[in-house]
């Protein structure tokens, strides 16, 4: 009778072990073919994803953003939902979250997209990302002071933001002093950034002023970006800018300048006020045309 039943037992469990391997097996080989297909990044891809693991936020979400930015078949309403499913599943996903915030935005139901960017915060309240696009989202808005608020948190938690962030703010606002009060954080290598891409679109006078402001934060100038300027300002016939911000900057290079040949001056005393040598670095640059380069 005992081994009767013990050979029952064993029949028992060999069928309940085999009946986990093959759910387990089911269940993995289904995954993995959810996985295959989400990885070729194509619709039909991302659906198949979807249908294979309906319970997989991720998956959702991927077919959520194809659906919204499909050049060749955007379709908003079938990534909302498709976002809506996603939420459901993993509430606390940022992406999900801010995808769905610009859906919402681009179909003009602001106060649906204000609601999850406020809920996108919640979840993240540290996020570069999640604070840089509700900022840009208030700023579409014309809410300019809450907009440069976010800004500024973005940029403290993402330095590399700053010239974005100061170009963008100048769409809304003529006042530089106000951006660079409550936009941009007093950070050097923030107003480095700021001054590289003023120089670049040739807003020679705005660059002096927003150096005005980097002047006197603590911290070391990069000397590339700052032979940028300065050759900016001699090609421009500003010699005597030129040579105030150079003095300046040198003065928070990370290094001191080599000591000059001897014989050499930094700047002649002549009316057109043109340089006669330049410092190591600042002779090195070919953006500098001959005619401003003299032995």
Sequence with gaps: ????????????????????FVFLTYFSIRNARA?????????SGYEEAVRLEPRNARNWYLLGHFYQYDFDQPDSDAALQAFLKSRSLDPLSAETLLDLATNYDEAGKTAEARAAYLEAKRVYPLSAEVLWRYGNFLLRQNEIDPAFSEIHRAVELDP???????????????????????AIPPILDSYQDILLDLTNEGQLDLALKVWSRADALPGTVRPQGAAVLASALVQNNRAEDAE???????????????????????????TTRRCKAFKSLWTSRKSIPATNRSA
């Design 1 to 20: 009778m005992i081994l009767k039943v013990a050979k029952r037992a064993k029949r028992v469990l060999f069928l309940v072990a085999l009946a986990v």
């Design 35 to 43: 996985a295959n297909a989400a990885s070729l990044a194509t619709r």
């Design 160 to 182: 590399k933001r700053a010239a974005e962030a100061f170009s963008r703010c100048r769409r809304v606002a003529a006042d530089s002093d106000q951006i660079l009060d409550k």
């Design 244 to 270: 105030l911000f150079w003095q300046q900057a040198t003065r928070k290079f990370p290094n001191p300048i080599p000591p000059d040949i001897p014989g050499s001056v930094l700047w002649d005393g002549s």
